[in-house]
């Protein structure tokens, strides 16, 4: 059965979902976080990210995109650059 990553994308969520709930955490506030999130580049194409974490942190609106790797071996760098280019297409 091939590895969709999925269930790891999930997994994440749950991480950071769990970290709104906590009284450790009080500078973070109105957290946001989606699963399989697509934001309109630039251009007008449709991305896909695997997280998408929005929250107030100190007062000030804050946005982040996680993507999830399962993978056996290290990330390559193309894998890395796509990420970087998808990021700087995003307003």
């Known amino acids: 059965m091939a590895n969709t990553g999925i269930p790891y994308e999930k997994f994440v969520q749950e991480v950071y979902s769990a970290l709104q709930l ?8 109105n957290v946001n976080i989606e699963h399989n999130k697509y ?3 630039k251009c007008g194409i449709d991305r896909q990210f695997d997280s998408y ?3 107030l ?3 000030e609106a804050k946005k982040s995109i996680i993507e999830c790797k399962d993978y056996q071996n290290g990330v390559r760098i193309d894998r890395v650059d796509a990420l970087i280019g998808k990021m700087a297409d995003i307003p």
């Open 22 to 29: 906590t009284k450790n955490f009080p500078i973070v506030s």
């Open 39 to 41: 934001i309109r580049d």
């Open 53 to 55: 974490w929005e929250r």
């Open 57 to 59: 942190e100190f007062g």
